[in-house]
Protein backbone atom coordinates (compact mmCIF):
# COMPACT_ATOMS: atom_id res chain seq x y z
CA UNK A 1 0.00 0.00 0.00
CA UNK A 2 1.35 3.60 -0.72
CA UNK A 3 1.97 5.75 2.29
CA UNK A 4 -1.09 6.80 3.25
CA UNK A 5 -1.64 10.88 3.03
CA UNK A 6 -4.08 10.80 6.00
CA UNK A 7 -4.74 8.73 9.21
CA UNK A 8 -7.94 9.14 11.05
CA UNK A 9 -6.91 7.56 14.02
CA UNK A 10 -9.11 5.84 16.90
CA UNK A 11 -12.55 6.48 15.89
CA UNK A 12 -15.60 5.19 16.22
CA UNK A 13 -16.51 4.65 12.71
CA UNK A 14 -20.06 4.67 11.61
CA UNK A 15 -22.30 3.91 8.71
CA UNK A 16 -25.76 3.65 7.79
CA UNK A 17 -25.44 -0.47 8.49
CA UNK A 18 -22.59 -0.48 10.45
CA UNK A 19 -20.16 0.14 13.44
CA UNK A 20 -16.08 -0.40 14.12
CA UNK A 21 -13.84 0.64 16.14
CA UNK A 22 -10.61 1.40 13.01
CA UNK A 23 -8.78 3.57 11.77
CA UNK A 24 -9.33 5.35 7.92
CA UNK A 25 -6.28 5.94 6.18
CA UNK A 26 -6.54 8.39 2.91
CA UNK A 27 -4.80 8.44 -0.21
CA UNK A 28 -5.24 10.82 -2.87
CA UNK A 29 -8.68 11.79 -1.65
CA UNK A 30 -9.96 8.71 -1.86
CA UNK A 31 -10.84 5.97 1.02
CA UNK A 32 -7.75 3.39 0.91
CA UNK A 33 -8.00 1.42 4.44
CA UNK A 34 -10.20 0.95 7.08
CA UNK A 35 -7.96 -1.39 9.71
CA UNK A 36 -8.16 -1.68 13.25
CA UNK A 37 -4.22 -0.18 13.33
CA UNK A 38 -3.34 1.38 10.77
CA UNK A 39 0.80 2.80 9.87
CA UNK A 40 1.47 6.46 10.21
CA UNK A 41 0.22 9.10 7.80
CA UNK A 42 1.67 12.10 6.70
CA UNK A 43 -0.75 13.69 8.90
CA UNK A 44 -2.82 12.38 11.02
CA UNK A 45 -6.31 13.61 13.17
CA UNK A 46 -6.94 11.60 16.36
CA UNK A 47 -10.71 11.06 16.53
CA UNK A 48 -10.82 9.39 20.18
CA UNK A 49 -14.18 10.03 21.73
CA UNK A 50 -15.39 10.99 18.10
CA UNK A 51 -17.94 9.23 15.55
CA UNK A 52 -16.55 8.94 12.43
CA UNK A 53 -18.85 9.52 9.46
CA UNK A 54 -19.77 9.90 6.48
CA UNK A 55 -19.87 13.63 5.50
CA UNK A 56 -23.54 14.44 5.18
CA UNK A 57 -25.18 14.70 1.33
CA UNK A 58 -27.13 17.61 1.12
CA UNK A 59 -30.25 16.60 -1.41
CA UNK A 60 -32.39 19.90 -1.76
CA UNK A 61 -31.23 23.48 -1.44
CA UNK A 62 -31.30 26.98 -2.61
CA UNK A 63 -28.41 28.32 -3.51
CA UNK A 64 -28.08 31.37 -5.34
CA UNK A 65 -31.20 30.75 -7.32
CA UNK A 66 -34.12 33.46 -7.82
CA UNK A 67 -36.99 32.07 -5.99
CA UNK A 68 -40.57 31.94 -6.58
CA UNK A 69 -41.04 35.87 -6.14
CA UNK A 70 -38.19 36.50 -7.90
CA UNK A 71 -35.75 37.16 -4.93
CA UNK A 72 -32.10 36.14 -4.97
CA UNK A 73 -31.33 34.44 -2.14
CA UNK A 74 -28.99 35.65 0.70
CA UNK A 75 -26.23 33.02 -0.07
CA UNK A 76 -24.04 32.52 -3.24
CA UNK A 77 -21.72 29.45 -3.73
CA UNK A 78 -19.40 30.15 -1.58
CA UNK A 79 -21.58 31.11 1.54
CA UNK A 80 -23.55 28.39 0.95
CA UNK A 81 -21.09 25.66 0.69
CA UNK A 82 -19.09 26.87 3.70
CA UNK A 83 -22.13 27.22 6.04
CA UNK A 84 -22.84 23.54 4.45
CA UNK A 85 -19.43 22.10 5.34
CA UNK A 86 -19.54 23.58 9.06
CA UNK A 87 -22.91 21.86 9.47
CA UNK A 88 -20.75 18.48 8.68
CA UNK A 89 -22.16 18.10 4.89
CA UNK A 90 -19.58 17.78 2.05
CA UNK A 91 -22.04 17.66 -0.73
CA UNK A 92 -24.70 19.48 -2.03
CA UNK A 93 -27.21 19.30 -4.63
CA UNK A 94 -28.50 22.99 -4.98
CA UNK A 95 -31.01 23.88 -7.97
CA UNK A 96 -30.56 24.80 -11.87
CA UNK A 97 -33.83 26.61 -12.01
CA UNK A 98 -35.89 27.08 -15.17
CA UNK A 99 -38.18 30.05 -16.10
CA UNK A 100 -40.47 30.23 -18.41
CA UNK A 101 -39.49 30.28 -21.69
CA UNK A 102 -35.84 29.13 -20.57
CA UNK A 103 -33.36 26.91 -22.21
CA UNK A 104 -33.19 24.26 -19.45
CA UNK A 105 -29.40 24.26 -21.23
CA UNK A 106 -28.16 27.43 -20.83
CA UNK A 107 -29.66 27.58 -16.96
CA UNK A 108 -27.63 25.02 -16.36
CA UNK A 109 -24.27 26.49 -17.98
CA UNK A 110 -25.47 29.40 -15.71
CA UNK A 111 -25.53 27.98 -12.63
CA UNK A 112 -22.39 26.04 -12.81
CA UNK A 113 -20.22 29.22 -14.20
CA UNK A 114 -21.67 31.16 -10.79
CA UNK A 115 -20.86 28.18 -8.90
CA UNK A 116 -17.02 26.99 -9.98
CA UNK A 117 -14.94 29.67 -8.56
CA UNK A 118 -16.61 30.05 -5.48
CA UNK A 119 -18.12 26.52 -4.23
CA UNK A 120 -15.84 24.51 -1.67
CA UNK A 121 -17.23 21.31 -1.41
CA UNK A 122 -18.48 19.01 -4.30
CA UNK A 123 -21.98 19.80 -5.48
CA UNK A 124 -24.39 18.41 -8.60
CA UNK A 125 -27.68 20.47 -10.20
CA UNK A 126 -30.99 18.92 -9.77
CA UNK A 127 -32.83 20.92 -12.67
CA UNK A 128 -35.98 22.24 -11.92
CA UNK A 129 -38.19 22.31 -14.99
CA UNK A 130 -41.06 24.81 -15.38
CA UNK A 131 -41.28 24.90 -18.85
CA UNK A 132 -41.68 21.81 -20.16
CA UNK A 133 -41.66 22.40 -24.21
CA UNK A 134 -40.70 19.44 -26.35
CA UNK A 135 -37.46 21.14 -26.71
CA UNK A 136 -36.56 20.81 -23.66
CA UNK A 137 -38.29 17.25 -22.82
CA UNK A 138 -36.87 15.82 -25.87
CA UNK A 139 -33.92 17.95 -26.91
CA UNK A 140 -32.24 19.71 -23.92
CA UNK A 141 -33.03 16.97 -21.12
CA UNK A 142 -31.19 13.49 -22.56
CA UNK A 143 -28.13 15.25 -23.28
CA UNK A 144 -28.46 16.86 -19.67
CA UNK A 145 -29.34 13.81 -18.38
CA UNK A 146 -26.17 11.80 -19.93
CA UNK A 147 -23.63 14.32 -18.45
CA UNK A 148 -25.13 13.47 -14.84
CA UNK A 149 -27.96 16.44 -14.40
CA UNK A 150 -29.66 12.84 -13.55
CA UNK A 151 -32.88 14.28 -11.36
CA UNK A 152 -35.10 17.17 -11.59
CA UNK A 153 -37.66 18.83 -9.39
CA UNK A 154 -41.66 19.45 -10.48
CA UNK A 155 -43.70 21.63 -8.86
CA UNK A 156 -47.82 21.18 -8.29
CA UNK A 157 -47.88 24.95 -7.42
CA UNK A 158 -46.32 28.47 -7.22
CA UNK A 159 -47.61 30.94 -10.30
CA UNK A 160 -44.67 30.69 -11.92
CA UNK A 161 -43.31 27.11 -11.83
CA UNK A 162 -46.40 25.25 -11.53
CA UNK A 163 -47.04 22.14 -13.79
CA UNK A 164 -50.86 20.79 -14.28
CA UNK A 165 -51.42 17.43 -14.25
CA UNK A 166 -51.01 17.10 -18.50
CA UNK A 167 -47.84 18.53 -18.21
CA UNK A 168 -47.08 16.44 -15.21
CA UNK A 169 -48.04 13.72 -17.23
CA UNK A 170 -45.26 14.74 -20.09
CA UNK A 171 -42.70 14.89 -17.69
CA UNK A 172 -43.03 11.67 -15.97
CA UNK A 173 -42.95 9.98 -19.22
CA UNK A 174 -39.78 11.72 -20.48
CA UNK A 175 -38.33 10.89 -17.14
CA UNK A 176 -39.21 7.23 -17.52
CA UNK A 177 -37.79 6.63 -20.98
CA UNK A 178 -34.41 8.42 -20.23
CA UNK A 179 -34.28 7.12 -16.88
CA UNK A 180 -34.15 10.07 -15.02
CA UNK A 181 -35.35 10.71 -11.30
CA UNK A 182 -38.01 13.09 -10.39
CA UNK A 183 -39.19 15.25 -6.94
CA UNK A 184 -42.48 16.80 -6.39
CA UNK A 185 -43.25 19.57 -4.84
CA UNK A 186 -47.00 18.49 -3.64
CA UNK A 187 -49.60 21.22 -3.09
CA UNK A 188 -52.91 21.90 -4.54
CA UNK A 189 -52.60 24.89 -6.67
CA UNK A 190 -56.12 26.59 -6.35
CA UNK A 191 -56.71 25.59 -3.00
CA UNK A 192 -53.99 27.98 -2.34
CA UNK A 193 -55.32 30.45 -4.48
CA UNK A 194 -59.24 30.33 -3.39
CA UNK A 195 -57.82 30.70 0.42
CA UNK A 196 -55.60 33.57 -0.09
CA UNK A 197 -58.60 35.34 -1.73
CA UNK A 198 -61.02 34.86 0.69
CA UNK A 199 -58.43 35.84 3.25
CA UNK A 200 -56.96 39.03 1.82
CA UNK A 201 -60.75 40.25 0.67
CA UNK A 202 -61.35 40.19 4.21
CA UNK A 203 -58.06 41.98 5.65
CA UNK A 204 -56.22 39.15 6.67
CA UNK A 205 -52.77 39.89 5.75
CA UNK A 206 -49.75 38.82 8.30
CA UNK A 207 -47.84 36.26 8.27
CA UNK A 208 -50.08 33.93 10.37
CA UNK A 209 -51.88 33.76 7.42
CA UNK A 210 -50.30 31.75 4.99
CA UNK A 211 -49.87 28.97 7.16
CA UNK A 212 -53.65 29.08 6.63
CA UNK A 213 -53.33 29.20 3.07
CA UNK A 214 -52.20 26.39 2.42
CA UNK A 215 -53.76 23.94 3.99
CA UNK A 216 -52.74 20.41 4.82
CA UNK A 217 -55.82 18.44 2.81
CA UNK A 218 -54.34 20.63 0.18
CA UNK A 219 -50.35 18.68 0.88
CA UNK A 220 -52.25 15.58 0.73
CA UNK A 221 -54.78 15.90 -1.80
CA UNK A 222 -51.71 16.95 -4.33
CA UNK A 223 -49.37 14.11 -2.55
CA UNK A 224 -51.90 12.00 -3.78
CA UNK A 225 -52.40 13.19 -7.54
CA UNK A 226 -48.46 13.08 -7.82
CA UNK A 227 -49.19 9.39 -6.83
CA UNK A 228 -51.34 8.56 -9.52
CA UNK A 229 -50.21 10.41 -11.79
CA UNK A 230 -46.61 8.47 -11.29
CA UNK A 231 -48.74 5.42 -11.32
CA UNK A 232 -50.20 5.79 -14.46
CA UNK A 233 -46.52 6.55 -15.81
CA UNK A 234 -45.06 4.01 -13.92
CA UNK A 235 -42.41 6.01 -12.39
CA UNK A 236 -40.53 5.86 -9.07
CA UNK A 237 -41.00 9.33 -7.27
CA UNK A 238 -39.92 11.55 -4.15
CA UNK A 239 -42.03 14.01 -2.36
CA UNK A 240 -40.04 16.58 -1.06
CA UNK A 241 -40.67 18.60 2.15
CA UNK A 242 -43.51 16.82 3.55
CA UNK A 243 -44.58 18.67 6.87
CA UNK A 244 -48.04 16.88 7.72
CA UNK A 245 -49.46 13.66 8.44
CA UNK A 246 -51.91 14.11 5.77
CA UNK A 247 -49.60 13.89 3.07
CA UNK A 248 -47.64 11.38 4.61
CA UNK A 249 -50.30 9.00 4.70
CA UNK A 250 -50.87 8.88 1.26
CA UNK A 251 -46.61 7.88 0.78
CA UNK A 252 -47.36 5.55 3.87
CA UNK A 253 -50.29 3.95 2.15
CA UNK A 254 -48.31 4.03 -1.72
CA UNK A 255 -45.23 2.69 -0.12
CA UNK A 256 -47.30 -0.42 1.43
CA UNK A 257 -49.11 -1.06 -2.01
CA UNK A 258 -45.42 -1.48 -3.38
CA UNK A 259 -45.18 1.58 -5.32
CA UNK A 260 -41.79 3.16 -5.42
CA UNK A 261 -42.35 6.42 -3.78
CA UNK A 262 -40.32 8.16 -1.45
CA UNK A 263 -40.27 11.38 0.73
CA UNK A 264 -38.30 14.24 2.22
CA UNK A 265 -38.60 15.71 5.45
CA UNK A 266 -37.01 18.80 6.63
CA UNK A 267 -35.49 20.27 10.18
CA UNK A 268 -38.61 23.42 10.23
CA UNK A 269 -40.72 20.70 10.78
CA UNK A 270 -39.38 19.07 13.37
CA UNK A 271 -38.64 22.16 15.57
CA UNK A 272 -41.39 25.02 14.50
CA UNK A 273 -44.71 25.39 14.51
CA UNK A 274 -46.89 27.50 12.96
CA UNK A 275 -47.15 29.76 15.79
CA UNK A 276 -43.68 31.28 15.00
CA UNK A 277 -45.70 32.76 12.39
CA UNK A 278 -47.36 34.60 14.67
CA UNK A 279 -44.21 36.15 16.51
CA UNK A 280 -44.64 40.43 17.23
CA UNK A 281 -43.87 42.43 14.55
CA UNK A 282 -43.11 41.24 11.34
CA UNK A 283 -40.96 38.69 12.83
CA UNK A 284 -43.47 35.93 11.83
CA UNK A 285 -42.12 36.41 7.41
CA UNK A 286 -38.89 35.12 8.54
CA UNK A 287 -40.52 31.57 9.16
CA UNK A 288 -43.03 31.75 6.02
CA UNK A 289 -42.21 28.78 4.18
CA UNK A 290 -44.13 26.47 1.93
CA UNK A 291 -45.40 23.90 2.79
CA UNK A 292 -45.74 25.72 6.23
CA UNK A 293 -44.86 25.44 9.58
CA UNK A 294 -47.65 22.94 11.13
CA UNK A 295 -48.70 22.08 14.81
CA UNK A 296 -47.20 19.43 17.72
CA UNK A 297 -48.96 16.89 16.65
CA UNK A 298 -47.63 17.00 12.71
CA UNK A 299 -43.88 17.21 14.47
CA UNK A 300 -45.11 13.73 16.36
CA UNK A 301 -46.60 12.55 12.78
CA UNK A 302 -43.24 13.24 10.86
CA UNK A 303 -40.90 12.07 13.57
CA UNK A 304 -43.39 8.92 13.33
CA UNK A 305 -42.53 8.89 9.69
CA UNK A 306 -39.03 9.12 10.58
CA UNK A 307 -38.72 6.16 12.59
CA UNK A 308 -40.83 3.48 11.04
CA UNK A 309 -39.18 4.52 7.40
CA UNK A 310 -41.26 6.46 5.38
CA UNK A 311 -38.83 9.34 5.13
CA UNK A 312 -35.51 8.29 3.37
CA UNK A 313 -34.14 11.79 2.91
CA UNK A 314 -33.79 14.54 5.71
CA UNK A 315 -32.89 18.09 3.99
CA UNK A 316 -32.84 21.41 5.11
CA UNK A 317 -35.07 23.17 1.76
CA UNK A 318 -32.65 26.15 1.98
CA UNK A 319 -34.04 29.17 0.99
CA UNK A 320 -32.33 31.76 2.68
CA UNK A 321 -33.61 35.26 2.60
CA UNK A 322 -32.96 38.20 4.45
CA UNK A 323 -34.29 39.79 6.82
CA UNK A 324 -34.64 43.22 4.99
CA UNK A 325 -35.78 44.70 1.67
CA UNK A 326 -33.53 42.38 -0.75
CA UNK A 327 -35.18 39.25 0.66
CA UNK A 328 -38.14 38.62 2.97
CA UNK A 329 -39.25 42.44 2.55
CA UNK A 330 -38.73 42.70 -1.30
CA UNK A 331 -42.12 44.30 -2.03
CA UNK A 332 -42.03 46.52 0.78
CA UNK A 333 -41.75 47.06 4.59
CA UNK A 334 -45.76 45.55 5.55
CA UNK A 335 -45.77 43.11 2.77
CA UNK A 336 -49.18 40.97 3.19
CA UNK A 337 -48.54 36.98 3.82
CA UNK A 338 -48.75 36.49 -0.31
CA UNK A 339 -45.71 38.94 -0.68
CA UNK A 340 -43.24 37.38 1.61
CA UNK A 341 -40.66 35.51 0.16
CA UNK A 342 -40.58 31.77 0.79
CA UNK A 343 -38.08 29.69 2.37
CA UNK A 344 -36.06 29.60 5.49
CA UNK A 345 -32.03 28.65 5.95
CA UNK A 346 -30.99 25.77 7.95
CA UNK A 347 -27.91 24.39 5.69
CA UNK A 348 -25.57 24.23 8.60
CA UNK A 349 -27.88 22.95 11.34
CA UNK A 350 -30.06 20.38 9.11
CA UNK A 351 -27.68 17.35 10.63
CA UNK A 352 -26.47 18.72 14.00
CA UNK A 353 -30.65 19.51 14.55
CA UNK A 354 -31.59 15.74 13.57
CA UNK A 355 -28.10 14.56 15.63
CA UNK A 356 -29.67 16.49 18.58
CA UNK A 357 -33.40 15.76 18.51
CA UNK A 358 -33.19 12.57 17.00
CA UNK A 359 -30.32 10.49 18.22
CA UNK A 360 -29.65 12.73 21.54
CA UNK A 361 -33.50 11.87 22.19
CA UNK A 362 -33.42 8.65 21.73
CA UNK A 363 -35.59 8.37 18.36
CA UNK A 364 -33.30 7.43 15.98
CA UNK A 365 -30.46 5.39 16.21
CA UNK A 366 -27.14 6.26 14.37
CA UNK A 367 -27.32 4.82 11.75
CA UNK A 368 -30.76 5.75 10.91
CA UNK A 369 -29.26 8.83 11.41
CA UNK A 370 -26.75 8.23 8.57
CA UNK A 371 -28.90 7.06 6.40
CA UNK A 372 -31.35 10.29 6.43
CA UNK A 373 -28.70 12.65 5.96
CA UNK A 374 -25.91 11.01 3.81
CA UNK A 375 -26.14 7.37 2.23
CA UNK A 376 -30.14 7.20 1.27
CA UNK A 377 -29.61 11.26 -0.44
CA UNK A 378 -26.39 10.21 -2.16
CA UNK A 379 -27.73 6.59 -3.11
CA UNK A 380 -31.50 7.79 -4.66
CA UNK A 381 -29.11 11.10 -6.44
CA UNK A 382 -27.05 8.73 -8.16
CA UNK A 383 -23.60 9.59 -5.73
CA UNK A 384 -23.36 6.19 -3.69
CA UNK A 385 -20.68 4.84 -2.93
CA UNK A 386 -18.56 7.96 -3.93
CA UNK A 387 -20.64 9.50 -1.67
CA UNK A 388 -22.92 8.60 1.51
CA UNK A 389 -20.47 5.90 2.49
CA UNK A 390 -16.89 4.95 4.14
CA UNK A 391 -16.16 2.01 1.69
CA UNK A 392 -12.41 1.72 0.08
CA UNK A 393 -12.37 3.78 -2.97
CA UNK A 394 -14.86 6.16 -2.28
CA UNK A 395 -14.69 10.42 -1.57
CA UNK A 396 -12.74 10.40 2.00
CA UNK A 397 -16.09 13.10 2.71
CA UNK A 398 -16.06 12.81 6.11
CA UNK A 399 -17.34 14.24 9.56
CA UNK A 400 -15.98 13.86 12.97
CA UNK A 401 -18.65 13.96 15.49
CA UNK A 402 -18.38 15.34 18.83
CA UNK A 403 -21.96 13.67 20.88
CA UNK A 404 -21.05 15.90 23.58
CA UNK A 405 -20.41 19.18 22.54
CA UNK A 406 -23.05 21.56 23.55
CA UNK A 407 -23.79 24.56 21.15
CA UNK A 408 -26.78 27.58 21.90
CA UNK A 409 -27.53 28.26 18.43
CA UNK A 410 -27.16 31.85 17.43
CA UNK A 411 -26.82 33.06 13.86
CA UNK A 412 -23.26 34.24 15.18
CA UNK A 413 -22.41 31.06 14.89
CA UNK A 414 -23.11 30.35 11.69
CA UNK A 415 -21.55 31.13 8.07
CA UNK A 416 -24.39 31.74 6.29
CA UNK A 417 -25.22 35.35 4.57
CA UNK A 418 -28.66 34.96 5.55
CA UNK A 419 -28.55 37.06 8.70
CA UNK A 420 -30.65 35.26 10.76
CA UNK A 421 -31.35 31.49 11.90
CA UNK A 422 -35.54 30.63 12.95
CA UNK A 423 -33.56 28.06 15.63
CA UNK A 424 -31.63 31.18 17.25
CA UNK A 425 -31.47 30.16 21.25
CA UNK A 426 -32.24 26.52 20.11
CA UNK A 427 -29.74 23.82 22.74
CA UNK A 428 -27.87 21.40 20.09
CA UNK A 429 -25.81 18.55 21.64
CA UNK A 430 -23.23 17.01 19.28
CA UNK A 431 -21.45 18.66 16.45
CA UNK A 432 -19.01 18.32 13.25
CA UNK A 433 -15.99 19.21 15.02
CA UNK A 434 -13.63 18.03 11.77
CA UNK A 435 -14.67 17.62 8.28
CA UNK A 436 -13.27 16.49 5.55
CA UNK A 437 -13.71 17.04 1.91
CA UNK A 438 -12.00 14.50 -0.35
CA UNK A 439 -9.50 13.93 1.94
CA UNK A 440 -8.58 17.95 2.38
CA UNK A 441 -9.31 18.92 5.93
CA UNK A 442 -11.87 21.47 5.37
CA UNK A 443 -12.93 22.56 8.96
CA UNK A 444 -10.69 22.09 12.47
CA UNK A 445 -10.73 24.15 15.15
CA UNK A 446 -13.52 26.33 14.10
CA UNK A 447 -11.74 27.25 11.11
CA UNK A 448 -12.41 26.89 7.79
CA UNK A 449 -9.50 25.45 5.59
CA UNK A 450 -10.18 25.14 2.23
CA UNK A 451 -9.89 27.76 -0.64
CA UNK A 452 -12.94 29.45 -2.71
CA UNK A 453 -13.34 27.06 -6.26
CA UNK A 454 -11.94 23.55 -4.49
CA UNK A 455 -15.51 21.70 -5.11
CA UNK A 456 -16.08 19.64 -8.15
CA UNK A 457 -18.84 19.85 -10.25
CA UNK A 458 -20.08 15.99 -9.59
CA UNK A 459 -21.47 13.74 -13.28
CA UNK A 460 -23.98 11.54 -11.54
CA UNK A 461 -25.37 8.39 -11.94
CA UNK A 462 -28.82 7.49 -13.23
CA UNK A 463 -30.67 6.74 -9.76
CA UNK A 464 -30.95 2.81 -9.29
CA UNK A 465 -34.12 4.03 -7.46
CA UNK A 466 -35.71 5.30 -10.76
CA UNK A 467 -36.12 2.26 -12.40
CA UNK A 468 -39.49 1.45 -13.47
CA UNK A 469 -41.31 -0.98 -11.42
CA UNK A 470 -42.75 -2.48 -14.40
CA UNK A 471 -46.29 -2.53 -13.45
CA UNK A 472 -47.66 -0.14 -16.44
CA UNK A 473 -48.09 -3.15 -18.53
CA UNK A 474 -50.63 -4.34 -16.13
CA UNK A 475 -52.01 -0.98 -15.54
CA UNK A 476 -52.59 -0.20 -18.90
CA UNK A 477 -53.71 -3.12 -21.44
CA UNK A 478 -51.42 -6.02 -20.85
CA UNK A 479 -53.06 -8.04 -24.41
CA UNK A 480 -52.16 -5.04 -26.76
CA UNK A 481 -48.92 -4.25 -24.82
CA UNK A 482 -50.68 -1.02 -24.96
CA UNK A 483 -48.45 0.85 -22.06
CA UNK A 484 -45.90 0.05 -23.81
CA UNK A 485 -47.18 2.08 -26.74
CA UNK A 486 -48.25 5.19 -25.10
CA UNK A 487 -44.86 5.56 -23.52
CA UNK A 488 -42.88 5.32 -26.49
CA UNK A 489 -41.90 8.56 -27.73
CA UNK A 490 -41.88 7.21 -31.28
CA UNK A 491 -45.96 8.06 -33.26
CA UNK A 492 -47.09 4.49 -34.16
CA UNK A 493 -49.66 3.61 -36.82
CA UNK A 494 -53.54 3.83 -36.54
CA UNK A 495 -54.78 0.81 -34.58
O1 LIG B 1 -40.61 27.89 0.97
C1 LIG B 1 -39.81 27.20 0.38
N1 LIG B 1 -39.72 25.92 0.61
N2 LIG B 1 -38.99 27.77 -0.52
C2 LIG B 1 -38.12 27.13 -1.36
C3 LIG B 1 -38.75 26.68 -2.62
C4 LIG B 1 -39.33 25.31 -2.54
O2 LIG B 1 -40.46 25.13 -2.91
O3 LIG B 1 -38.65 24.37 -2.10
ZN1 LIG C 1 -40.63 23.03 -3.07
ZN1 LIG D 1 -36.93 23.88 -1.92
Redesign the pocket.
Known sequence: MPELDLVVRNGTVVTSSDRMACDIGIVDGKIAALSARLDRGKQEIDATGLYVLPGGVEG?C?IEQR??HGVMTADDFYTGTVSAVFGGTTTVLPFAAQGQGESLRRVVEDYAACARPKAVIDYGFHLIIADPTTQVLEQELPSLIQEGFTSFKI?MT?DRLRLDDLQVLEVFAAARELGAFVMV?AENHDMIRWLRKRLLERGHVKPRYHAISHPRVGEGEAANRAIALSRLIDIPILI??VSCEQAMVEIRKAQTAGLKVFAETCPQYLCLTAKDLDREAMEGAKF????PLRDLASQEAIWRGIRNGTFQVFSS?H?PYRFDETGKFHAGPNPHFTQVA???PGIELRAPLLFSEGVGKGRIDLHQFVALTSTNPAKIYGLYPRKGSLAVGGDADIALWDPHKEVTVTHDILHDACGYTPYEGMRIKGWPVTVLSRGRVAVQDGQLKIARGGGCLLKRELSTAARPLGVLEQEMDPAKNFGASVLSSRVAQRT
Open positions: HHGTYYHVHCCSPDANGL
